[in-house]
């Protein structure tokens, strides 16, 4: 038996590409690096001189220079807060019921569609859901309440979605284990599956947590551009501007003589709650680790 | 490996198999004192109704769904029909869809500045976005050394978490001067490029996550089949591994351009704001179409919206058409969601 | 098959000296040494974990494809370490083919897992693609079976089909060495029986090295067998003396099933 196949060579130009590539997707990795560095460190470098405990104790102006965000600050943390508290239990009980009780059928690929759609839904719709329904046919007006609420739709989705994953993460063995010592479902899931869960939960929330603080548009149109002249006011029914709305409106608005520096320590501040998120994720990220290894 | 099993002691059937000391104890006749347990009444009311509770969670969700979407068209309708509460005059789909021409103060309402624009800002953004994502899924997945990996992996979490106002005052104080002085004699550089630009840095990490996904869930044996028969790793990349993970790639791009197509503030802050962008293009001459494309102010449907909506009075024909480009929004977002599960099919076919 | 009467005629191929191999910490194969001939097939046994399929994959380096691991010793093919710096490693692997453990078919048609091979070196012209792809599939005895629904997928065929498919891929190639790694480990009796008919003829240009878990395989198919314990060469010679009168006890005891 003869053999037609020639030898073949491996060719020059495949050899080029092949190292050609390994260098550009080592540049665009780096690029992204690079990006990211120039940006936080553009942020913070911008808004250090600003950084001062005048400047997060002080009320803000109107008018005038020198102004600070000590209410933003109150108020972006209190509408993360609300906003979660209203979240949680909805996302929660989504999540318990796709993982556990929706079976594998076509409800639980219906209740994904909408979990997804949802979370896909743009900000900007959200808060014009918010206007319409909160703000005008409730008569809530610019508030903390319309806030809190139309942030909390941005949350569930999110918090829905990484209940049921980390609901589907626990070992079939330790649900078996409590089935077999004659516990109910609902013992099952509120003993053993959602304290197993629990840390994946958590980082979920914490994610959320970040990505409402830094929520813009949905507040501009449900919890308004003004804050309370009492500090620190809990009420829910007075408007509520938080930082991420300030930064935003000061650029924009332009009445502001210090507007540029103002928005650039608001920025700075900004990052630094978030690297402080963020480190708190890694942290919960490493003990789900340990625990799984 | 199962242990090999100890001896056990002889016993007769009836006697109970327990330790050696209680085995003892019962059969000297004293009856061990365990009590029969019990699932109380209430655990098991509770059992059966509960998750009730948790399904209407579960519909709440889809009543969202539903309610947002009628909230906007009820609203969105009013600028086409006569219905209750609206106290302006009304337009026709025409004149809203067809038209470019965007005069509210002079009764014109054409939007399709805004979805040119959208479409614009978001196309340019994914033509950056999407082969770099794809690109650097694959350096994550399977050229990376795990260090880098690791690094990779934090970049893209914290680009992620950037607030958009940040990116946008990021646009707006550095890079839109940095543009202008760099190309444009220090004229301000709002528009396209600059938008798309930060665009496609806060949509990248959502293609990155969801492809480095694509590449590591494809076996290793397919990369490995192909090197063995004398690829180079780049051929197996662009041969094999790429074509593999056609479908969710597709999908990481599709779920991208659904967040780029949704952002409204970071855009706002640095494209210029400019309804008349496509009649400004046409009418100026001093630069050449594509730098004039890329710089010159425009708006998009989001940020039209942030721009506008404060400033018109509910009920209006202007706050209503301005509803009907937020439903729009909506219902393109939708279809995206859509066309990836189209593609998730596709997938498992 | 060659029997000890006979005296060797073919030229060593691949020859090993003091092999060790490293993965981390661990040593996985140590101080091997042995030389395997040309057109022939050489088995290796051996318990599981005794780091046959490592050693395998040394001769065509694939598993630097997806772990950094540490090679010391000789390994020549031909005469020229393949471990020597300058060696191209993709060219290495055009001249050993390899087959794993698991059919390995890409997601493509039957006809673009056949000329996937050809494509990457730069064969374009239709004709002589059809040409080789025949070839291929001709000599892995699929032709027949696979002629009519070359355009359909390759993930649909039977683990069989899909393997054999897969060893046209490599020969597609026109390697000079085939390696096989536990090849029928996944299929069935008549499958196997196939693949080792396969074998048989393959061998007439080409040097073959199989790692099967399967003694009567390696008894079936193979002129030298290697018999691997933890890591190390415990004996290699002709099939036939190996499982008529091996020189180690302990190979006698791994053959006669008193271990592994």
């Known amino acids: 038996m003869t053999s037609r196949v020639p030898a073949f060579k491996v060719r020059a130009t495949a050899r080029v590409a092949d190292r050609a590539m390994h260098l550009a997707l080592w540049l665009i990795a780096l690029t992204f690096v690079a990006v990211l560095i120039g940006f936080v460190g553009g942020i913070l470098k911008e808004g250090w001189s600003e950084l001062n405990l005048g400047f997060l104790t002080r009320m803000p102006e109107a008018l005038d220079a020198g102004g600070g965000i000590k209410p933003e600050l109150f108020n972006s943390l209190y509408l993360v807060a609300l906003s979660l508290a209203l979240a949680m239990p909805i996302g929660l009980g989504a999540g318990i019921y796709m993982a556990e009780y929706a079976g594998q059928g076509r409800a639980l690929r219906f209740f994904r569609l909408c979990v997804e759609t949802l979370a896909a839904t743009p900000s900007i719709v959200l808060a014009l859901f918010g206007m319409i329904l909160l703000v005008q046919m409730l008569g809530w007006s610019f508030s903390i309440r319309s806030g809190a609420v139309t942030l909390a739709l941005l949350n569930i ?137 | ?190 528009g396209f490029a600059v938008s798309a630009a930060i665009l496609a840095v806060m949509i990248v990490p959502t293609v990155v996550s969801l492809s480095t996904d694509a590449f590591e869930s494809l076996p290793s044996s397919l990369d490995e089949g192909s090197q063995a028969l004398g690829s180079t790793r780049w051929q197996a990349i662009w041969r094999v591994l790429i074509p593999a993970a056609r479908p969710r790639l597709l999908t990481a791009t599709v779920l991208g351009l659904g967040r780029a197509i949704g952002e409204a503030m970071a855009v706002q802050m640095v494209i210029g704001n400019n309804p008349q962008w496509m009649l400004l293009m046409r009418q100026a001459t001093d630069q050449t179409p594509v730098l004039r494309f890329l710089f010159t102010p425009a708006a998009t449907l989001t940020t039209e919206l942030v721009q506008e909506l404060p400033n018109t009075a509910s009920g209006s024909t202007w706050n209503n058409v301005l509803f009907a480009m937020g439903l729009l929004l909506y219902l393109m977002t939708m279809l995206l969601i859509l066309a990836t599960r189209r593609l998730g099919r596709q997938e498992h076919a | 098959m060659l029997s000890p009467q006979t005296p060797e005629t073919k030229p060593v191929k691949l020859s090993v000296r003091n092999l060790d191999f490293r993965y981390g910490e661990k040593k996985v194969l140590d101080g091997l040494s042995m030389d395997i001939h040309a057109e022939r097939v050489t088995a290796i046994i051996g318990p599981s974990g005794c780091g046959k399929s490592t050693f395998l994959k040394c001769f065509n380096r694939i598993h630097e494809v997806s772990s950094a691991v540490q090679v010391s010793g000789q390994m020549a093919m031909d005469g020229v370490d393949i471990y020597r710096g300058g060696i191209d490693q993709v060219d290495l692997r055009r001249r050993v083919g390899m087959v794993f453990q698991k059919p390995n078919p890409f997601p493509k048609s039957i006809y673009e897992n056949v000329a996937f091979g050809p494509r990457l070196f730069g064969v374009r012209d239709r004709a002589t693609l059809d040409g080789l792809v025949e070839d291929a599939l001709r000599k892995s005895a699929l032709w027949d079976e696979v002629k009519d629904r070359l355009k359909e997928s390759a993930t649909g065929m039977s683990g069989g089909q899909q393997q054999r498919l897969c060893i046209a891929r490599a020969l597609a190639v026109n390697p000079e060495v085939l390696l096989m790694d536990e090849p029928c480990s996944a299929l069935d009796p008549i499958a196997t029986a196939k693949i080792e008919d396969l074998i048989g003829e393959l061998k007439e240009n080409l040097t073959i090295v199989i790692v099967t878990h399967n003694m009567q395989q390696a008894a079936r198919v193979s002129d030298y067998t290697a018999f691997f314990w933890l890591g190390k060469l415990i004996e290699m010679d002709l099939t036939e003396r190996i499982f008529t009168t091996p020189r180690e006890r302990m190979t006698e005891d791994y053959i006669t099933g008193r271990f592994g």
Not at chain 1, 221 to 232: I, L, R, Y
């Open chain 1, 157 to 293: 989705p999110v918090i829905t979605r990484v209940t049921e994953e980390s609901l589907r993460g626990v070992p079939r063995e330790l649900l078996e284990a409590s089935y077999g010592l004659g516990a109910t479902k609902l013992q099952t899931i509120l003993k053993v599956a959602l304290p197993y869960a629990a840390t994946g939960i958590l980082t979920g929330v914490v994610l959320t947590a970040g990505r409402a603080f830094g929520e813009s548009a949905i507040l501009v149109f449900t919890a308004g551009t003004n804050v309370s002249q009492h500090f620190p006011d809990f009420r829910l029914s007075v408007p509520g501007e938080t930082l991420s709305v300030h930064l935003w409106y000061v650029t924009s608005d332009g009445t502001l003589p210090d507007a540029t520096q103002i928005a650039a320590g608001t920025a700075a501040v900004m990052i630094l709650v978030l690297l402080a998120l963020n480190l708190l994720v890694r942290l919960l990220d490493r003990a789900i680790r340990r625990r799984t290894r």
């Open chain 2, 1 to 190: 490996m199962a242990e090999p099993m100890p001896d056990l002691p002889e016993t007769t059937l009836d006697a109970p198999l327990l330790p050696d000391g209680l085995a003892r104890i019962a059969t000297q006749g004293t009856p061990c004192p365990t009590p029969v347990f019990r699932q109380s009444h209430l655990h098991r009311l509770a059992d059966r109704w509960t998750h009730l509770l948790f399904l209407a969670c579960t519909l709440l969700v889809v009543l969202l769904i539903g309610g947002i979407l009628y909230f906007l068209a009820a609203r969105g309708a009013g600028a086409f029909f006569p219905l209750a509460g609206n106290t302006d005059k009304v337009v026709t789909f025409r004149e809203v869809f067809l038209s470019t021409n965007w005069d509210p103060g002079d009764g014109h309402f054409g939007i399709v500045p805004f979805i040119a624009g959208t479409l614009a800002v978001t196309g340019l953004a994914l033509l950056v976005a999407a082969p770099t994502g794809v690109l650097t899924g694959v350096f994550i997945a399977k050229v990376a050394p795990p260090w880098m990996r690791n690094v990779m992996r934090q970049v893209m979490d914290l680009l992620v978490g950037i607030p958009s106002v940040v990116y946008g005052i990021f646009g707006l104080t550095i890079i839109l001067p940095m543009v202008g002085h760099a190309w444009l004699a220090d004229a301000p550089a709002a």
